[in-house]
Nanobody, 121 residues
């Protein structure tokens, strides 16, 4: 069993900052790519940022230059630093990771429960 637990969401004014974290726990052999997705009301879930096991990041165009994804492999934790937040960043943010639970088995994709981010004055 693998669990992903996000933390750090909340309410912030436009232009402000928030930091999200997501810890992967349970039966872990290897954690591969880790991702942050978001879903606004009435919208499809979209990929915000991704990071490989080696630390190479990728970002959606809408957040480039404002968001930074990072990870601590020793803690199996991924972070999302969000700066210069805009009202359109308001969404539920979900952590996602590809996790191998034992040698010889393929990795599976797991989701966290989501954390709410609201940007409003």
């Amino acid at each position: 069993q693998v669990q992903l637990v996000e933390s750090g969401g909340g309410l912030v004014q436009p232009g402000g900052s928030l930091s999200l974290s997501c810890a992967v726990s349970g039966s872990i052999f290897t954690v591969y790519a880790m991702h942050w997705y978001r879903q606004a009301p009435g919208e499809q879930r979209e990929l915000v940022a991704a990071i490989t096991s080696g630390g190479t990041p990728n970002y959606a165009d809408s957040v480039k230059g404002r968001f930074t994804i990072s990870r601590d492999n020793a803690k199996n934790t991924v972070y999302l630093q969000m700066n210069s937040l805009k009202p359109e960043d308001t969404a539920i943010y979900y952590c996602n990771a590809d996790v191998k639970t034992r040698a010889g088995r393929p990795p599976y994709n797991y989701w966290g429960q989501g954390t709410q981010v609201a940007v409003s004055s």
